[in-house]
Nanobody, 117 residues
């Protein structure tokens, strides 16, 4: 069992920055992908950024160049640095851990990010 706890959400003005953190605990193992997803009201959950334990990263086109995902494997923590935030970024942000073996697909409880115009 893996548990994920997010923190760092809040209210920020357009153009501002926030840093989200997600701490994983439990049976984490190596060879996993940790990522951040978001879900705005009335919309489907979408991938924002992901990072493999080997260091590969992937970003949604809408955030590329403004958001940065990083991870500290020793602390089992993944971060999402969000710069130049836009109102369209307003959503609940969820941390996710995926692993093929042993299989895991775990979500955190979510943290609200609100960007005011």
């Amino acid at each position: 069992q893996v548990q994920l706890v997010e923190s760092g959400g809040g209210l920020v003005q357009a153009g501002g920055s926030l840093r989200l953190s997600c701490v994983a605990s439990g049976s984490i193992f190596s060879g996993n992908t940790m990522g951040w997803y978001r879900q705005a009201p009335g919309k489907q959950r979408e991938l924002v950024a992901s990072s493999t334990s080997g260091g590969s990263t992937n970003y949604a086109d809408s955030v590329n160049g403004r958001f940065t995902i990083s991870r500290d494997n020793a602390k089992n923590t993944v971060y999402l640095q969000m710069n130049t935030l836009r109102p369209a970024a307003t959503a609940v942000y969820y941390c996710n851990l995926r692993r093929s073996f042993p299989y895991a697909n775990t979500w955190g409880q979510g943290t609200q990010v609100t960007v005011s115009s």
